[in-house]
């Protein structure tokens, strides 16, 4: 941009010095034809200044549609998981096309006026020559002295100093067309292969109980680095399990290959009995939620992220599952309640505020399967308080099936069930006190939680 606006300066400043200088020279060589040959410029002197005037609105509107494109892309990429994990991707795509409509219109808007630049300017500079040549051809054959062959000759290169203004409309054209293809760059990102894909014959899932089976799971994101070797386990409909086990234990991993962020490397997962490879991704994403570490919030008010999940959603139905996750005190305290605008991934927030507002966004699908990976790992400790009484609520009325990453000791202590992983494997499968008398290594690490939560 500095080096664009720094062209337009110089080429500015040549083509007022240029005119200035050849102004001067034909109204010395001849002040008669000078002056006839300056009158068509006057007028496209006035084309020019109703030009730019059009010319500079059009080209504020591309440039902020420009600039809305933008901004959406590195929003949603930013978010990109949120957006997967509700199935939102037809929507956004849908979205992205109406802006990349708009900035098309507005372009070919702007190319059609640039194009009668060329035409218009030319003319004149065609009548600009046909009064030199036929003035000055005249006073030749007039004989009277006034004006000579050599003079004209001399008066038509001064002319042909005005070249200017055509580089400065090529240094326009060179702009658009880099915004041009920065808006093709995107395109190509948007419309990138993913990794993973429907079958041919893939089939929608009902989402009817929310029965989860790891049948001999293995993963790993490089052939050589296994993260997950031989896992087997069913969670029941409804039921609510913790997963708990040190950094690098393959947690994490677990949650993201339920929703097919990832495929198995071997073995498989099923849901409700069927391998969930042949789900459609939208069918088997849309009836889950999900509550990461740090969740994104995007550029928006409050109720668009609450409701990016179900759009149709009523504002009792809003409040309804804020009120669930102990957010919707903490939305009325805001400058305009609901209809506040939290910044691109919720800056104007705290980190429990956004928190809460993304477990009442997983809220308001009412999921039959929720998965929860370490949701309060970054929050203060009211919010962590809070946070836990709205997971602990939701499970104990049976509201679908729920499976929590996390080293909270009171959330270990509370869950029925509890799957630990120590590196890549399960090693236990029981609840926090039958686990603390048969699983030593649950119990150490246990133990070195309880720790680290007393220091804090």
Not at 72 to 100: I, K, W
Not at 184 to 210: C, F, I, N, Q, Y
Not at 415 to 430: H, K, M, P, V, W
Request: neutral net charge; aromatic residues 8%.
């Amino acid at each position: 941009m500095e080096q664009s606006v720094l062209q337009g300066l110089t080429g500015l400043i040549e083509e007022v010095v240029t005119f200035i200088i050849v102004a001067g020279m034909v109204l010395w060589i001849s002040p008669l034809v000078g002056a006839l040959s300056i009158l068509p410029l006057a007028f496209a002197f006035l084309f020019i200044r109703i030009y730019n005037r059009r010319v500079k609105a059009i080209y504020d509107g591309v440039r902020k549609r420009l600039g809305k494109i933008g901004s959406f892309v590195q929003d949603r990429l930013a978010g990109v998981q949120v957006t997967q994990s509700f199935g939102r991707e037809p929507a956004e795509q849908s979205d992205f096309d109406a802006r990349a409509d708009q900035f098309y219109e507005a372009s070919v808007g702007a190319s059609r006026l640039r194009n009668t630049y060329f035409p218009v300017v030319s003319a004149f500079g065609f009548i600009n020559n046909l009064v030199m040549l036929g003035v000055g051809g005249w006073l030749i054959m007039s004989g009277s002295g006034a004006f000579t062959i050599g003079a004209l000759l001399a008066y038509r290169g001064f002319w042909w100093r005005l070249q200017s203004p055509i580089r400065t409309i090529a240094q326009t054209s060179d702009i658009l067309q880099r915004a041009r293809a920065a808006a093709e760059r995107v395109m190509e990102l948007l419309h990138a292969p993913v990794v993973v894909t429907d079958k041919a014959d893939a089939r929608v899932w009902e989402a009817s109980k929310g029965e989860i089976v790891f049948d001999s799971v293995d993963f790993s994101y490089q052939p050589s680095t296994p993260v997950l070797r031989d896992v087997s386990f069913r969670i029941a409909p409804g039921e609510f399990v913790a997963i708990a086990g040190g950094s690098g234990s393959g947690k994490s991993t677990l949650l993201n290959l339920v929703p097919r962020f990832y495929d198995v490397t071997g073995g498989a997962i099923r849901i409700d009995g069927i391998d969930v490879r042949n789900f459609t991704l939208a069918s088997l994403r849309a009836p889950m939620g999900l509550v990461g570490q740090d969740n994104y919030l995007f550029d928006g008010t409050v109720r668009d992220n609450l409701r990016y999940g179900r759009p149709e959603a009523s504002l009792s139905e809003i409040e309804a599952a804020a009120s669930a996750a102990n957010a919707h005190r903490i939305i009325l305290d805001l400058p305009e309640g609901y209809d506040t605008r939290v910044g691109q991934n919720g800056v104007k927030l705290s980190g429990g505020q956004r928190q809460r507002l993304s477990l009442a966004r997983a809220f308001l699908t009412n999921p039959v399967v929720l998965l929860l990976d370490e949701p309060t790992a970054s929050v203060e400790p009211e919010s962590e308080s809070l946070i836990h009484d709205s997971i602990l609520r939701r499970t104990r009325s049976g509201e679908g099936t729920t499976i929590l990453v996390t080293h909270r000791i009171d959330l270990l202590r509370q869950a029925l069930r509890i799957l630990f992983f120590a590196d890549g494997r399960l090693s236990g499968d029981a609840s926090h006190d039958s686990l603390i008398a048969t699983c030593p290594e649950y119990a150490e690490a246990y133990h070195r939680w309880e720790v680290e939560e007393e220091v804090k």
